[in-house]
């Protein structure tokens, strides 16, 4: 086992002396380290002994008194702070703080060297190491051994847990929801003192940190290779396991984690050839209903989810925070956006939650397999609708309508009436007429912007737009002419995404 802060200081060749805190002297110390930096705290991962010369202790007793209790709720076991140096006065309030925490407060005789203490600790430790290698083992073992049950994840947890001799928590630290589907969630005073909302604890800082909220030791510490596991350890027993075994054990947690990463991108891609072939028409109705319910989408009452952001990366994961959160669902991402099929009774917030915020998301109708291809048409025409009206989340025929249209079938009319010429001339002159439409739009009907902003010839813009109103008829000076082929523009490309 590793020295005790009485021990320690009974050794006589050191010399050392307890200032305060006699009730913390059953404190076993795992490590002793040297800091002179102003928060003290941030870089103990528990059980050590820290060091100072006096530059990290502050002159006020209010500063003084936050230090220690800092500390102990870091889980230091011990301060030591060396005599003669740099130390300014420990006021009775500080000393009182140590007492009363409490937190051993030792005196370190001056010329003493710190690699003297330092030595004399990891001397007592050589059992702790070894006791720590095989400990270590274990928690590897476990990896193989969780892979061989059905279960894979709770067998992890729990048998590292039994190790630990602690209670383990993966949660996604942007909102506290439990990482993995079959997690437990955190303690209800846990979710009280960490609500995201209330901004009392931070869970962006150090990614291996104690805290104390309501008098009991937690750990918070990041999972290596996923950027917002975090895994929250509440230790049942003292002394609090050991920060090396720890940090192995979230090294399992993480491989785990990213096994299962690899096997929803599989399932992912796996999907995606299926809602593929459904949208082009490639595949039967019957074998639809069968992969779908291979999926886990009920293949009568669906909707169809259509996601879009500025940045398309960020919709990389949306397929797996949808499994985490208990959605099972078949996603195929195109360009900008996201298009997902899942059950019917999906609630707005939890699309909105897997998404992430700036996002818009668009909604179609319920449907069935036999309607995947209409139901693909109404999401993209709600996607439109939501960012026409300035919303996160719009689901079609319902709120309000989108340039002044309540349905796709309207908005296809309108392109069709409007751009159908220049698509059928396109498609046997292979022209440009539609970018440089787009363009000439976006240009504010400047010839030379346009010009440039396409690398062509003034005269060419003139030609091709001059092409556009013999073709459709229009009068292109018109303002409201120019305003009815932007309004199919938009709605082209919404349906087309």
């Not at 100072?52 to 702070?81: F, R, Y």
């Not at 007592?124 to 928690?139: D, F, I, M, P």
């Not at 940090?247 to 299962?260: D, F, I, K, N, P």
């Not at 949208?279 to 009568?300: H, I, N, T, W, Y």
């Amino acid at each position: 086992m590793a020295i005790t802060v009485a021990e320690l200081v009974a050794e006589p060749q050191l010399g050392l002396t307890l200032l305060a805190g006699v009730a913390g002297t059953g404190n076993r110390i795992t490590w002793a380290h040297t800091s002179d930096l102003p928060r003290l705290w941030e870089w103990v991962t528990g059980g050590e002994l820290m060091m100072t010369n006096g530059l990290s202790i502050p002159s006020d007793p209010a500063g003084q008194v936050a230090l220690a209790e800092a500390l102990v709720d870091a889980g230091a076991s011990a301060l030591a702070i060396g005599e003669k140096m740099h130390a300014p006065e420990l006021m009775p309030e500080f000393l009182a703080a140590c007492e009363q925490l409490p937190l051993p407060l030792i005196n370190i005789p001056y010329p003493l060297p710190f690699i003297a203490i330092a030595r004399s600790v990891a001397e007592a430790s050589l059992l702790e190491e070894s006791r720590r290698l095989r400990q270590t083992a274990r928690v590897y073992d476990l990896l193989r051994t969780a892979g061989t049950s059905e279960d894979h994840w709770q067998g992890l947890l729990q048998g590292l847990a039994a190790e630990l001799d602690a209670e383990l928590f993966v949660v996604d630290r942007r909102c506290l929801h439990p990482w993995h589907p079959d997690g437990a969630p955190l303690p209800d005073f846990l979710q009280a003192e960490w609500d995201p909302l209330s901004g009392q604890v931070s869970l962006t800082g150090k990614n291996f940190q104690w805290h104390r909220p309501r008098g009991r030791h937690v750990l918070m510490m990041d999972i290596p290779t996923h950027a917002n596991a975090l895994l929250v350890v509440l230790p049942k027993s003292e002394p609090h396991p050991d920060a090396v075994v720890l940090l192995h054990a979230a090294t399992v947690l993480g491989l785990e984690l990213s096994r299962t990463v690899l096997a929803l991108e599989s399932q992912r891609r796996l999907g995606a050839e299926v809602l593929l072939q459904a949208v082009d028409g490639r595949v039967g109705v019957a074998e639809l209903e069968s992969r779908l319910l291979s999926f886990g989408v009920p293949a009568q009452h669906f909707v169809v989810v259509s996601i879009a952001a500025d940045d398309g990366e960020r919709l990389a994961n949306v397929h797996v925070d949808l499994w985490r959160h208990g959605l099972s669902a078949v996603c195929l991402r195109r360009f900008n956006t996201f298009h997902v099929a899942v059950a019917a009774d999906v609630a707005d917030d939890i699309l909105l939650h897997c998404a992430g915020p700036e996002v818009r998301i668009g909604i179609s109708s319920p449907t069935s397999a036999t309607g995947i291809q209409r139901a693909l048409q109404e999401s993209l025409w709600a996607l439109g609708s939501a960012r026409g009206n300035g919303l996160n989340v719009a689901r079609y025929a319902e709120g309000p309508s989108w340039l002044g249209l309540t349905s796709f079938e309207e908005g296809t009319a309108l392109v069709q009436r409007l751009l159908g010429p220049i698509f059928a001339y396109e498609q046997s002159q292979q022209g440009d007429l539609i970018v440089t439409l787009r363009t000439f739009l976006d240009a504010q009907r400047s010839w030379q912007k346009t010009a440039a902003a396409l690398f062509a010839h003034r005269q060419t813009v003139i030609y091709r737009i001059r092409k556009i109103s013999e073709l459709t008829g229009l009068d292109m000076t018109e303002t409201s002419t120019l305003a009815q082929l932007w309004f199919a523009l938009q709605i082209h490309e919404a349906m087309h995404n």
